[in-house]
């Protein structure tokens, strides 16, 4: 990878009552909004063979996309602000979304607070160009 790209890795928690389809849903859906911003690569990951009889032949990290995208501080908050809109329609308060950055990481939820936003903040500084 270029010095000037880096991979943002979003792990989605939908909360304790949404179930695996539902999630997976969730993700396509986030994942739809990401790759219409300037970023290089929006994808999910395979974790794994799916079993014997299974019409895919990999399973997908359920709730993970892995975006790829230039190392500027522009493109991580269009992110970040992406992630926060899409998280505020989804009208549920229990659910979030962690960013990590070279396994430094931050949730974003939809309600935002002063304390988030300094967090955010500092959080797109380190990971800037």
């Not at 794994?48 to 995208?69: F, H, N, R, W």
């Not at 990481?105 to 959080?123: D, F, H, K, P, Y």
């Amino acid at each position: 990878m270029a010095a000037d790209s880096t991979v943002v890795e979003l792990h989605l928690d939908a909360g304790d009552d949404a179930d695996a389809r539902e999630v997976d849903e969730l993700t396509s859906k986030l994942r739809r909004e990401l790759i219409q911003l300037d970023v290089d690569s929006v994808d999910r990951p395979v974790e794994g063979e799916a079993p014997e009889g299974a019409k895919g032949a990999d399973v997908v990290a359920l709730g993970t996309l892995v975006v790829g995208l230039a190392k500027s501080s522009d493109t991580i908050k269009s992110i970040i602000n992406s992630v926060r809109d899409w998280l505020t329609r989804q009208k549920h308060p229990d659910r979030s979304v962690k960013m990590e950055i070279d396994g430094d990481t931050i949730e974003v939820q939809g309600i935002s607070s002063t304390e988030q936003e300094r967090l955010i903040s500092a959080w797109i500084e380190r990971h800037s160009e």
